[in-house]
């Protein structure tokens, strides 16, 4: 058994923030209020006001609304955040983007 812990270690880190996947925004919810609501228990904001650990490759509305729709490894699917919502908060989180160190 000791021997099976340190191996499944990884594996937890990767599932350790499971965000609110059932969140289902309101019709006209500021995009701000979503990233609060749906996005700040894993995603932390910089002194800056800037969400640094976004890759330049995917600092683009487009590819943040794929993201929040369909997921990653390490981040849950949104599927109910649609339509405009999703525009709107994908359109948020581009804007937060900053250089990656």
Do not use: W
Request: net charge negative; hydrophobic share 40%; proline share 8%.
């Amino acid at each position: 058994m000791n021997k099976l812990l340190p191996a499944m270690l990884p594996f937890t880190q990767l599932t350790a923030c499971g965000g609110n996947r059932d969140y289902i925004p309101e019709p006209g919810t500021s995009a701000e209020k979503m990233f609060e609501q749906a996005c700040l228990e894993c995603h932390e904001i910089d002194a800056d006001g800037k969400y640094s650990k976004l890759p330049s490759t995917a600092a683009n509305a487009g590819a943040i609304a794929e993201r929040i729709q369909g997921g990653s490894l390490m981040m849950p699917a949104f599927p109910n955040i649609q339509g405009e919502e999703l525009e709107r908060l994908s359109a948020y989180v581009a804007t937060l983007a900053g250089p990656k160190d």
